[in-house]
């Protein structure tokens, strides 16, 4: 079975740096969607930044330009380095994959797109 594994979250200043990662175990050779969220307190989950089965990447507009994800298949490991991190990113961070990746009409950044999850990491911004 599949196992999702976060790692790297930690407590930073406002302008500080992260880097997220997810160990994927038995990495799928099939296709796959591979993606980042996060929830907040009290707040919905919401997607941050995933990559799509064609390499292309998508991010949320809160994050672009500051998050940059990526993957490592010979780590079998998901990347998330967060750059000037923000109060507002304080949140549990999620891997998540959907595997095998569902075809027809799909949402990236959307929770309901992914059947695989992480335990979490937390990300705290002080200010």
């Known amino acids: 079975q599949v196992q999702l594994q976060e790692s790297g979250g930690g407590s930073v200043q406002a302008g500080g740096s992260l880097r997220l990662s997810c160990l994927i175990s038995?990495?799928?050779?099939?296709?796959?969607?591979v993606g980042w969220f996060r929830q907040a307190p009290e707040k919905e989950r919401e997607g941050v930044a995933a990559i799509d089965t064609d390499g292309s990447t998508r991010y949320a507009e809160s994050v672009k330009g500051r998050f940059t994800i990526s993957q490592d298949s010979a780590k079998n490991t998901l990347y998330l380095p967060m750059n000037s991190l923000k109060p507002e990113d304080t949140a549990m961070y999620y891997c998540?994959?959907?595997?095998?990746?569902?075809?027809?009409?799909?949402?990236?950044?959307?929770?309901?797109?992914?059947?695989?999850w992480g335990q979490g990491t937390q990300v705290t911004v002080s200010s």
């Open positions: 038995l990495w799928i050779r099939s296709t796959k969607h």
């Open positions: 998540a994959a959907d595997v095998p990746a569902r075809g027809g009409t799909y949402n990236l950044l959307s929770q309901s797109t992914y059947n695989l």
